[in-house]
């Protein structure tokens, strides 16, 4: 069967996921997650993705990304490959490594891409690997800060991305009802979008409770 293709315009906004071949560890050192990290990097410097936020967790990663040419298949085509080939010479193994090509949601709207923003942040602080999302001067030079920033300064009044605001802000904790929708729409595999199916029971949920209490 032919692969479905993917909306991708020039300018577009995506959330892109991948894990492992049945869920096996895809980042086993530093030197690996930065091997990702290089590739990412080459594929930014090529015009192709901005990348505003990333969390790689030893099995997935998910990126934030926007697409200036609209070339995000060639982008992830490449960031896989390279990948790939390098964990595989690092490890001394062959053979494939993710359980598929890599997966995509496209964001329509701020309000999303600040959910997302905040999902990803997220996932390695719910397990437990950092404390906090973001420490100033930890980023690479080549992940897009601007939109973050003004996020940011929109929560806070505080322009910059100042140490210890952006991590511990009350707006960048996702509710149990956000993160559910971020993940309904990870888990969908078919062409209609949950997402307005699930964010209208989250909010009748959430008045339900209002109610109540």
Known sequence: MPRRPRYCSPGSWH????RGLARRSIFETDEDRSLFLAVLRDEVEEGRIRLHAYCLMENHFHLLVDTPTGELDVAMREVTRGYVKAFNRAHDRDGPLFRSRYSSKLIEDEDYSREVLCYIDRNPVAAGLVQRSYRRGTAPPWLTKSWVAR??????????????????????????????????RLRHRGRTDPRQEWSDACGVARWLRQRAE
Do not use: R
Not at 15 to 18: E, K, P, S
């Open 15 to 18: 959330h892109v996921f991948n």
């Open 151 to 184: 996020v940011v300064a929109s929560w806070t009044g505080v322009d910059g991305l100042p140490p210890g605001i952006y991590g511990e802000h009350a707006a960048h904790d996702l509710s149990e009802e956000e993160a559910d929708v971020v993940e309904a």
